[in-house]
């Protein structure tokens, strides 16, 4: 199973890259009621050929409007402001280090991991987690290495947003999260959980640190989004938010089912 935040799941959405693009005029946002500017012959009825081949992308999105400004914001962002940043990082930092920064704030992140597997009663997942968490804690140096991984041991993603999915808790309304990306109703009610889970446990007192240290919370931020390949605008098609609320949707309920 996988994190439901703009990480794991966005690296799937470029999987679907390879659909067919659809190639019309849009406007200067690239993403807003793309139906609208359709050219068609009225002949061959290609408004109801497009329509139709995009209702099997359909998601229940009540708030779509709202989700397309801030879709639109979190592109403009990412361009203007958090790739520079990221593109920096990596400019200056060297790959080791970095290899060992993304391998310390991944061991953080097991402890949502096991107590997520343990709520989702998966005993074979918590022993796997609890032992990648003791093995990379301490041969590891604090996470900075993964020995786990080499012996077999991977890492299993879960958050609470799939533990609620597994009892059966619905999805609700399809939401774009500010900076944090494709999310719906019950997977924001994870994020805050497994938030708050993090800050409690405080494990290897990082949680306590970052209060009086912000800049561990942007190096972790910076380092999610160095290690994810996806560009917006890269599926090349004025049907992009359609897409990924649909590969998202689609991707989530896999997991919770895995």
Same mark, same amino acid.
């Given at each position: 199973?996988?994190?439901?935040?703009?990480?794991?799941?966005?690296?799937?959405?470029?999987?679907?890259?390879?659909?067919?693009?659809?190639?019309?005029?849009?406007?200067?946002?690239?993403?807003?009621?793309?139906?609208?500017?359709?050219?068609?012959?009225?002949?061959? /009825?290609?408004?109801?050929?497009?329509?139709?081949?995009?209702?099997?992308?359909?998601? +229940? /999105?009540?708030?779509?409007?709202?989700?397309?400004?801030?879709?639109?914001?979190?592109?403009?962002? /990412?361009?203007?402001?958090?790739?520079?940043?990221?593109?920096? +990082?990596? +400019?200056?930092?060297?790959?080791?280090?970095?290899?060992?920064?993304?391998?310390?704030?991944?061991?953080?992140?097991?402890?949502?991991?096991?107590?997520?597997?343990?709520?989702?009663?998966?005993?074979?997942?918590?022993?796997?987690?609890?032992?990648?968490?003791?093995?990379?804690?301490?041969?590891?140096?604090?996470?900075?290495?993964?020995?786990?991984?080499?012996?077999? *041991?991977?890492?299993?993603?879960?958050?609470?947003?799939?533990? *609620?999915? +597994?009892?059966?808790?619905?999805?609700?309304?399809?939401?774009?999260?500010?900076?944090?990306?494709?999310?719906?109703?019950? /997977?924001?009610?994870?994020?805050?959980?497994?938030?708050?889970?993090?800050?409690?446990?405080?494990?290897?007192?990082?949680?306590?640190?970052?209060?009086?240290?912000?800049?561990?919370?942007?190096?972790?931020?910076?380092?999610?989004?160095?290690?994810?390949?996806?560009?917006?605008?890269?599926?090349?098609?004025?049907?992009?938010?359609?897409?990924?609320?649909?590969?998202?949707?689609?991707?989530?309920?896999?997991?919770?089912?895995?």
């Amino acid at each position: 199973m996988a994190k439901p935040t703009f990480l794991a799941v966005l690296f799937t959405l470029v999987l679907g890259s390879s659909l067919t693009h659809a190639q019309h005029a849009v406007d200067d946002d690239g993403f807003k009621q793309p139906l609208q500017h359709l050219q068609f012959n009225p002949g061959l /009825d290609q408004r109801e050929f497009e329509r139709s081949t995009l209702s099997a992308l359909q998601v +229940y /999105d009540p708030l779509e409007s709202w989700n397309r400004r801030v879709y639109h914001f979190n592109y403009r962002f /990412d361009e203007w402001v958090f790739l520079p940043i990221v593109d920096g +990082y990596r +400019y200056i930092t060297p790959s080791l280090v970095q290899t060992g920064v993304s391998n310390f704030f991944s061991n953080l992140g097991d402890v949502p991991n096991l107590l997520n597997s343990a709520l989702q009663l998966n005993g074979k997942r918590a022993m796997q987690t609890t032992a990648r968490l003791l093995l990379n804690t301490t041969i590891g140096v604090a996470g900075l290495w993964d020995p786990a991984t080499r012996m077999g *041991l991977p890492k299993q993603r879960e958050d609470f947003g799939q533990t *609620l999915g +597994y009892y059966g808790t619905p999805a609700g309304p399809y939401l774009i999260l500010p900076l944090l990306g494709p999310s719906n109703l019950r /997977d924001t009610g994870g994020l805050v959980v497994d938030f708050a889970a993090k800050s409690q446990v405080n494990w290897l007192n990082v949680a306590e640190a970052s209060v009086s240290h912000p800049e561990i919370t942007l190096l972790e931020v910076v380092d999610q989004r160095s290690t994810v390949n996806f560009r917006y605008g890269q599926l090349n098609s004025p049907f992009e938010y359609e897409k990924i609320r649909f590969f998202y949707h689609e991707a989530r309920k896999l997991q919770i089912a895995e």
